[in-house]
Each structure stands twice: as structure tokens, then as C-alpha cells.
């Protein structure tokens, strides 16, 4: 069973978020900047998230600076984005009993705290 993290260490949410669930333990934690998320990753998330812009973060300051809030983005644009720079996924990503947790939303954490029944 995969019990996998993607995050940045640099950001306090991600810190904080990992810190409420007891470091989430037994889970494989990958530092997106350090360690680039592949394309095989990128898959497995978009199969079960259901699409790249749910794992696409329009938070990141190059959506604003790029103008991409001014385009039509498609899935494959999304996708490509999330590769080129880590700062557009949408974090923390958790893949947790085959089920994905995308975000920082109190909704998001909730539901996460209930998989792991904490």
C-alpha cells in the first residue's frame, strides 16, 4: 500500500499540515524541489485526482506573472506546467490507501484525518 507525500519544505502550510498529522508516519515524503516529481508520478496523480488542473495550483505568483489566468488552459498545458516548475502543484499532494489529497483546504485535511483515522 502506498502511503506517499509531495511537498515543499520551505512552505510553513505544508509544515504545519505534516506537523497536526504526527508527521504522517510511514509515509514516503518527497521534497518536490529537491527531488522533481517524474512523469510516472505526475500520472499516477492525474489517475487519481482525475485531471491535471485539479493538481494545478493557480495560487503560484508565475500563474500571475506568466498571464495564464488570461489563457485557455488543456490538460496537456496543466500538465506541462506542473513538470516544468514545481511551484504550480497544488500542495501538499497525499496519496493515501489509493485515495489523493490535494491542498491545503480544512476539508481536505479533515478528510485525510479521517482516512487515517487520527
Known sequence: MMKKIYHLSSCDTNRRIISRLDGLKGFDKQE????????????????????????????????????????????????SFILSEYTFLKRPVIICNQKIFIGNAESVISALEKELKV
Open 32 to 79: 518536490i524541489k529537491t527531488v522533481p516529481i517524474t512523469n510516472a508520478q505526475i500520472e499516477e496523480m492525474k489517475n487519481l485526482a482525475g485531471s491535471y488542473e485539479a493538481l494545478f495550483s493557480r495560487r503560484a505568483l508565475k500563474y500571475k506573472t506568466m498571464n495564464l489566468k488570461d489563457k485557455i488552459l488543456k490538460e496537456k498545458d496543466y500538465k
